[in-house]
């Protein structure tokens, strides 16, 4: 069992102010605070804690991206702008200037495609993929502890309850939801 903190056993900052607005508008159904509350001081607390080993090694989170995603294409860890765009969710300019900067670090290299000049790739120098796997390796340990204060069977369900929020939200920006 986790060993419980101090900060642990006070009542934490949503549900202080979940308990000031039941007080203040105990009409309003605070529900979907408490969930997106934690939600998002885990997510600031999370971003702090990884981002930390990476920017030691003087990269952005940008960077961290695009070489995660390099190195997951597998030998010859190349990809082209869209093809990293794609794979990050961002747009080719902001793939391109992450690009710039890495290139410049001596982590990737550019190489025009021989069957078509238009096509550019983007590859991981042997420094980068050295970079990279030491870098992916922290970042996994350190969210195992992060995780540790959950169970195996626990982090399988959260994982599954988050994929589900997810659907959720997509489903809402798609509109209200209509009576039944």
Known sequence: MAKRTASATRQDAVASIVEDWRRERPDLDTAPLEVFGRLHRAFLRYSAAISRPVERKGLSMAGF???????RAGAPFRRTAGELADSGLISSAGVTLRIDRLEKDGLILRERDPQDRRVVHSRLTDEG????????SEHLENERRMLAGLTPAECRQLARLLEKLERSVLAAEDGPAEEA
């Not at 991206?65 to 190195?71: I, P, Q, S, Y």
């Not at 993929?129 to 992916?136: A, G, Q, R």
């Open 65 to 71: 991206d695009v070489l995660t995603a390099l190195r």
């Open 129 to 136: 993929l050295s970079t990279i796997d030491e870098l992916f």
